[in-house]
């Protein structure tokens, strides 16, 4: 294939490796045989040309949020979606519901939006993180012993302290000194 074939009049039938510059980079050209860098622009940002040689940011779209090109140079959050959801893409952009799920529960995506069963873990303990929905056993730890996260299956020693002393959580486990007041007594 010789590049006469991509100048104005772009055809399906001329969409071959020697075609792959700029100047053919347009929708009739978009398929597999001509997802390289080089014609990773918008108007090929589709289905068929979403390959890893073509996850660039000018390609990070909703069409091309898919498995391989979920990495760190396409995570915006029009790729927030369940099909991107893993570490590689875990950063503040996609910090939001659609994506919060174990394979992305890392400290970096520990905000209110993401607060919830599911990525109550122990790398997701923090401070913003302490409400209700994630007071589980893994992350009953001094990080989010605060009121809001004084409940039965949180009351463990590390965190019975004074933040925590109220009757929800006056059971075996949690007397202490620290706990010693009236509304445990």
Known sequence: MVNSCCGSVCSEEGC???????????????????????????????????????????????????????????????????????????????CRPSCCRPSCCISSCCRPSCCRPSCCISSCCSPSCCRPSCCISSCCSPSCCRPSCCISSCCRPQCCISSCCRPSCCQTSCCRPACSSSSCC
């Open 16 to 94: 071959g490796q020697g075609c792959c510059q700029p100047s053919c980079c347009q929708t009739t050209c978009c398929r597999p045989t001509c997802c390289r860098p080089s014609c990773c622009v918008s108007s090929c940002c589709r289905p068929s040309c979403c390959v890893s040689s073509c996850c660039r940011p000018s390609c990070c779209q909703s069409v091309c949020c898919q498995p391989t090109c979920c990495r760190p140079s396409c995570c915006i959050s029009s790729c927030c979606r369940p099909s991107c959801c893993r570490p590689s893409c875990c950063v503040s952009s996609c």
